[in-house]
């Protein structure tokens, strides 16, 4: 079981800053014809939250990637393991990620789905690492903004372990 994790946001805070991100998009949206876009695998649970506080029509759409590192390391190249099922030429996208962390995913997803003709492209995600930055992008909404640890839980994984924690928390080293 999850007896070495320690919490570091628990679900409280969650529930509430997703809340509160879900009245933002709302407002920001209204009138527009807004796609989620979910990136797979680890941004299921909190788009699906999220998705449930924007009083607004909207879709949802799913990417898949693969990111192409050894590890926690991130090499920002990217494969698409699932695309999205409709054009979202012309709407407004917001790509819904579960942690900013080199930006390099980011980026390249940016460019991405500027291919697509959206009528705009912008990023919401829950958690931040402004230590590890590599590459400078819009998080035009944010969750929370953390230290460099390697974080679990609420959809985030290591080595496929730990997405269905309610919270997320720190995976404590034996070492
Ligand atoms: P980036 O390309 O370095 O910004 O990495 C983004 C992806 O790496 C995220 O979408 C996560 O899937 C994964 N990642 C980065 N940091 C963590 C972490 O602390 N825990 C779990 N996954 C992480
Ligand atoms: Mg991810």
Known sequence: MATNVTTMIDSDRIAQRV?????????DYAGRNLV?????KGSFVFTSDLARHI???MRVEFLGVRSYGEGTKSS???QITHDLTQPVEGDHVLIVED??????TIAHL???LRTRKPASVKVCALLHKPARTRIQVPVD????????KFVVGYGLDWAERYRNLPFIGLVESSS
Do not use: M, S, W
């Open 36 to 40: 989620l876009v979910c990136v797979l």
């Open 141 to 148: 909404y944010l969750g929370f903004t953390i230290e460099d």
């Open 55 to 57: 009083d607004l029509p």
């Open 99 to 104: 942690i900013v962390d080199t930006g390099l």
């Open 110 to 112: 940016l460019d991405l």
């Open 76 to 78: 920002g190249v990217v």
């Open 19 to 27: 809340r509160e991100l879900g009245a933002e998009i709302t407002r």
